[in-house]
């Protein structure tokens, strides 16, 4: 393989095929290829680490591969990923599917990328949420910039997690949510979270939940009507 491969080759090749490239490309040999050089040419996989670190969408539920990572795989992942630098340009991102993941990594992944703005855990039915994933405030500051999360088919998300996503998406741009598929006992006291913090609310969607009567998020979600 030519040794003239770089990030701008890559990133003419993703714009004319896609970002789902990636999908049919060899990723976990190149990530590992650190520890295993003769897996793949080293040119190459710094020029994919390299794009990855400026690329502002990045989705692991195209690959079966990918969806099987774990919280620390993928923190190992993204460090890589990161090189030098103090964080990644994603604004996408796409964990859908993964389901060995239970938290640790996904909130790793927050503080790497500052400016994401939609964050996909479809699926993803081993995340759950506790107070100290808050605890850091470079995940504080990037929560703010969220405008689309998808949290659909995450079933052990109850109540009380919802409500503390909801307390921690205050003051934020947050403008779709989505816990279809959670926990059927989720109740108003999760509508009454969401609408008491999460005032740029235009979407919401909680198909399957047998104790939402969301009449609390109607307001925001009618203009305040």
């Known amino acids: 393989m030519s040794s003239s491969i770089t990030a701008t080759d890559l990133t003419d090749i993703v714009a004319a095929v896609g970002p789902t490239i990636f999908s049919y490309l060899p ?3 190149l990530l590992n290829g650190l520890s295993s050089p003769l897996l793949v040419n080293k040119i190459f996989r710094g020029a994919i680490l390299e794009y990855l670190q400026e690329a502002a969408c990045l989705s692991f539920s195209q690959c079966p591969h990918l969806r099987k990572i774990n919280d620390d795989q993928l923190i190992c992942l993204v460090q890589r990923m990161l090189g030098d630098s103090n ?5 996408q991102l796409d964990l859908s599917k993964c389901r060995n993941l239970k938290g640790e990594g996904v909130m790793f992944c927050l503080r790497s990328m500052p400016n994401i703005e939609r964050l996909s855990l479809s699926s993803a039915t081993r995340f759950h949420i ?6 850091d405030p470079s995940v504080m500051a990037a929560m703010k910039h969220l405008k689309h ?4 088919g995450c079933s052990k998300l109850n109540t009380p997690e919802i409500c503390l996503l909801a307390s921690n998406l205050s003051g934020s741009n947050i403008r779709v949510l989505d816990f279809s598929g959670c926990s059927t006992l989720i109740g108003d006291d999760a509508a009454v979270s969401v609408a008491e913090h999460c005032h740029n609310l235009e979407s919401i969607n909680v198909s399957g939940s047998e104790r939402w009567c969301g009449l609390a998020v109607a307001p925001p979600l009618l203009g305040g009507v």
């Open 27 to 29: 990723v976990g040999s």
């Open 130 to 135: 506790t107070a100290n994933n808050f605890n």
């Open 87 to 91: 964080c990644l340009k994603t604004k």
């Open 149 to 152: 999360v998808d949290v659909s």
